[in-house]
């Protein structure tokens, strides 16, 4: 079945830089079509997309992110890193990775979901 | 970028009451909307995409509306069951923008 499961730091310092991997199974990231977001929440927040990724390499990012992101993918690994630079208080909160429905029209509609990684972020 | 604007941001009805959640998209995005269920310390759950299609094994008193740029989630009668924070995002175009979230309480 299809599962992805986040990891990386729990908790990184003002100004460094947060590395997550996504680890996925059940489907393959150099299946046509297959492509996987990267989405946070913030404590008792919205959740907001930041990112993604499709077999294709294709890329997009948040707008207001755009500067401090990087995607990237594994496929023989099966992963998807993202990176998030000059962390801040206001980055803390769950990282989720999700895979974006495959061939389903427009961009970013998501079938399933990990089950996220808290970060938070502290001197 | 395309924002979308839900409303309200909080709502708190009664068991069997219809309930009905709004989302406004800034530019047209034809019928490119989900909805997304959130139960507390739960991973989102998809309910709805393509506005108004029902994902597999959602109940059917869970139903969406809408095309251009107002879309609605419609719970015909609603359960406990159904407490939650709901999310609209339009996927027409990155970035593939959530709603600001909904969150509905039994009265």
């Known amino acids: 079945q299809v599962t992805l499961k986040e990891s990386g730091p729990v908790l990184v310092k003002p100004t460094e830089t947060l590395t997550l991997t996504c680890t996925v199974s059940?489907?393959?990231?150099?299946?046509?079509?297959?492509?996987v977001s990267w989405i946070r929440q913030p404590p008792g927040k919205a959740l907001e997309w930041l990112a993604y990724?499709?077999?294709?390499?294709?890329?997009s990012f948040s707008t207001s992110l755009n500067s401090r992101l990087t995607i990237s993918k594994d496929t023989s690994r099966s992963q998807v890193v993202l990176t998030l630079t000059d962390m801040d208080p206001l980055d803390t909160g769950t990282y989720y990775c999700?895979?974006?429905?495959?061939?389903?029209?427009?961009?970013?509609?998501?079938?399933?979901w990990g089950q996220g990684a808290l970060v938070t972020v502290s001197s | 970028d395309i924002q979308m604007t839900q409303s309200p941001s909080s709502l708190s009805a009664s068991v069997g009451d219809r309930v009905t959640i709004t989302c406004r998209a800034s530019?047209?995005?034809?019928?490119?909307v989900a909805w997304y269920q959130q139960k507390a310390g739960e991973v989102p759950k998809l309910l709805i995409y393509?506005?108004?299609t029902l994902q597999s094994g959602v109940p059917s008193r869970f139903s969406g509306s809408g095309s251009g740029t107002d879309f609605t989630l419609t719970i015909s009668s609603l359960q406990p069951e159904d407490v939650a924070t709901y999310y609209c995002?339009?996927?027409?175009?990155?970035?593939?923008?959530f709603g600001q979230g909904t969150k509905l309480e039994i009265k």
């Open positions: 999700a895979r974006i429905w495959p061939f389903s029209s427009g961009r970013g509609l998501i079938d399933y």
């Open positions: 059940g489907f393959s990231l150099s299946d046509a079509g297959v492509g």
């Open positions: 990724i499709f077999w294709n390499d294709e890329i």
């Open positions: 530019h047209d995005i034809i019928n490119y």
């Open positions: 393509a506005a108004s």
């Open positions: 995002q339009k996927y027409k175009s990155a970035p593939p923008t």
